[in-house]
Protein backbone atom coordinates (compact mmCIF):
# COMPACT_ATOMS: atom_id res chain seq x y z
CA UNK A 1 0.00 0.00 0.00
CA UNK A 2 1.47 3.30 -1.01
CA UNK A 3 0.19 6.83 0.40
CA UNK A 4 0.52 10.43 -1.32
CA UNK A 5 -0.30 13.94 0.43
CA UNK A 6 -0.58 16.12 -2.63
CA UNK A 7 -0.20 19.73 -1.88
CA UNK A 8 -3.12 22.15 -3.46
CA UNK A 9 -2.25 26.01 -4.49
CA UNK A 10 -4.77 27.94 -1.86
CA UNK A 11 -5.18 30.83 -4.49
CA UNK A 12 -8.40 31.62 -5.53
CA UNK A 13 -10.28 34.27 -7.57
CA UNK A 14 -13.83 35.38 -7.20
CA UNK A 15 -14.97 33.06 -10.08
CA UNK A 16 -11.75 30.28 -10.09
CA UNK A 17 -9.18 28.82 -8.04
CA UNK A 18 -5.35 27.75 -9.38
CA UNK A 19 -5.43 24.26 -10.24
CA UNK A 20 -1.52 23.72 -9.60
CA UNK A 21 -1.12 20.93 -7.43
CA UNK A 22 2.26 18.88 -6.14
CA UNK A 23 1.62 15.16 -5.73
CA UNK A 24 4.82 13.50 -3.39
CA UNK A 25 5.15 10.15 -1.74
CA UNK A 26 6.28 12.06 1.64
CA UNK A 27 5.88 10.46 4.62
CA UNK A 28 4.63 13.60 6.88
CA UNK A 29 3.21 16.61 6.06
CA UNK A 30 5.94 18.54 7.42
CA UNK A 31 8.35 16.40 4.58
CA UNK A 32 5.98 18.00 1.99
CA UNK A 33 6.01 21.21 2.99
CA UNK A 34 9.98 21.30 2.96
CA UNK A 35 9.96 19.83 -0.48
CA UNK A 36 7.32 22.17 -2.03
CA UNK A 37 9.60 25.00 -0.28
CA UNK A 38 12.73 23.79 -1.82
CA UNK A 39 10.65 23.78 -5.53
CA UNK A 40 9.20 27.57 -4.88
CA UNK A 41 6.25 27.22 -3.13
CA UNK A 42 5.30 29.12 -0.54
CA UNK A 43 3.58 27.56 2.98
CA UNK A 44 2.53 30.15 5.23
CA UNK A 45 2.51 29.17 8.71
CA UNK A 46 -1.13 28.63 9.08
CA UNK A 47 -0.28 25.75 6.31
CA UNK A 48 -1.87 27.22 3.25
CA UNK A 49 0.23 26.75 0.54
CA UNK A 50 0.89 28.79 -2.98
CA UNK A 51 2.29 27.57 -6.46
CA UNK A 52 5.84 28.80 -7.71
CA UNK A 53 3.64 31.12 -9.83
CA UNK A 54 1.06 32.85 -7.34
CA UNK A 55 3.81 32.35 -4.43
CA UNK A 56 6.38 35.14 -6.04
CA UNK A 57 8.64 33.20 -7.31
CA UNK A 58 10.64 33.65 -10.20
CA UNK A 59 11.03 29.52 -11.05
CA UNK A 60 9.47 27.81 -13.73
CA UNK A 61 6.83 25.31 -12.64
CA UNK A 62 8.25 22.32 -10.96
CA UNK A 63 7.07 18.65 -11.85
CA UNK A 64 3.87 17.22 -10.93
CA UNK A 65 4.92 14.45 -9.14
CA UNK A 66 8.03 14.49 -7.09
CA UNK A 67 8.96 10.92 -5.45
CA UNK A 68 11.08 11.50 -2.65
CA UNK A 69 11.42 7.55 -1.31
CA UNK A 70 11.87 5.77 -4.95
CA UNK A 71 11.24 2.08 -4.28
CA UNK A 72 14.55 -0.57 -3.67
CA UNK A 73 13.10 -3.29 -5.26
CA UNK A 74 14.13 -4.00 -8.45
CA UNK A 75 12.42 -5.81 -11.24
CA UNK A 76 14.42 -8.53 -13.01
CA UNK A 77 13.66 -9.71 -17.34
CA UNK A 78 12.07 -13.36 -16.81
Known sequence: MSARITLHCDRAARYAVCAARLQTDAR?????????????????????????HHSGAARPRPPAVIQLHPSTTKETDP
Open 28 to 52: TVAEAHATAERLGWLVRPDQTTYCP
